[in-house]
Each structure stands twice: as structure tokens, then as C-alpha cells.
């Protein structure tokens, strides 16, 4: 059972990576937390109100795909870059 799955894109001439994405089924304050709080109770819902924009776990779901999740995030963020550098390229070419 993976806890991380990491997507990198690497350009293919130079080796250089262009991209990466770090995904995380585990995030030891959570854990932490849930054991000496509970993970139900009233005050972990306080104390994950702020903790969420930090949060390390940014993955749920089976381990089997956290590389599938890793990659579809990758491509959708190259296709949008890929749409925006184009979109700019042709602004400025005319």
C-alpha cells in the first residue's frame, strides 16, 4: 500500500523535469490529531479548519491510482499552460 504517489514530466531531449505533482494519503498532524482529539469530535473539527490549507494529505482513494491521479493532474495543468503560451505566442505574433 503506497501513502504517495509523485508524477514528474521530464522533457525528453534534455532531461530536464518541466513538471511534478506530489500527492499523500498521510499527513502526521491529521494522524496525530485524530488519535489524541478523535477524529469525530467537535474540537478536530476546530483544529482542522486552519490545518486544512496545509494540509499534507491531498490524495483519497485507492493506492492503486494515486500515480493515475498524479499524471491526470499533470496533463490538465500541461494542456491549460499549453493553451496559454500558445494564446500568447499568436497575440504577439500579428
Do not use: Q
Request: charged residues 25%.
Amino acid at each position: 500500500m503506497s501513502l504517495y504517489g509523485i508524477g514528474i514530466v521530464v522533457d525528453i531531449l534534455t532531461g530536464i523535469v518541466i513538471d511534478y505533482e506530489i500527492l499523500s494519503k498521510y499527513c502526521p498532524e491529521c494522524t496525530t490529531a485524530k488519535r489524541d482529539i478523535g477524529e469525530h469530535s467537535a474540537d478536530f473539527s476546530i483544529w482542522y479548519k486552519p490545518h486544512k490549507p496545509e494540509c499534507s494529505e491531498n490524495y483519497v482513494g485507492s493506492s492503486n491510482f494515486i500515480e493515475v491521479k498524479a499524471v491526470e493532474i499533470l496533463r490538465k495543468r500541461s494542456v491549460k499552460n499549453w493553451y496559454a503560451i500558445d494564446e500568447y505566442s499568436v497575440k504577439w505574433r500579428f
